[in-house]
């Protein structure tokens, strides 16, 4: 089982950024792809970025793509999702997890659930 904490969330004003980082502990060797998902009040829990062990493959959902970027460090067992642009509507609670793959996280196979970190964005 792998632990995840979310740290980083808040509140900011429309065309800010903000940066999420996720702290992975326990058996994170067990689970190679980390990612963001994120929920927002009456919505369902969507994907939002992930990215591979080495980091050499990301995905994106198509609502953040060329705003977010996801990355991660290896030897802090860490990963990071740097938010650019944010918009009112990429207002949710942003969760961290851990899955096989990418391909297994988009298909919401996930091993392990952070308990997720509040991003408010205002107009």
């Known amino acids: 089982q792998v632990q995840l904490v979310e740290s980083g969330g808040g509140l900011v004003q429309a065309g800010g950024s903000l940066r999420l980082s996720c702290a992975a502990s326990?058996?994170?060797?067990?689970?190679?792809?980390m990612g963001w998902f994120r929920q927002a009040p009456g919505k369902e829990r969507e994907f939002v970025a992930g990215i591979n062990f080495s980091g050499g493959y990301t995905d994106y959902a198509d609502s953040v793509k060329g705003r977010f970027t996801i990355s991660r460090d290896n030897a802090k067992n860490t990963v990071f999702l740097q938010m650019n642009s944010l918009k009112p509507e990429d207002t949710a609670v942003y969760y961290c997890?851990?899955?096989?793959?990418?391909?297994?996280?988009?298909?919401?196979?996930?091993?392990?659930w952070g308990q997720g970190t509040q991003v408010t964005v205002s107009s």
């Open positions: 997890a851990a899955s096989p793959s990418v391909t297994t996280m988009r298909h919401r196979n996930i091993g392990s």
């Open positions: 326990g058996r994170t060797s067990s689970s190679s792809a």
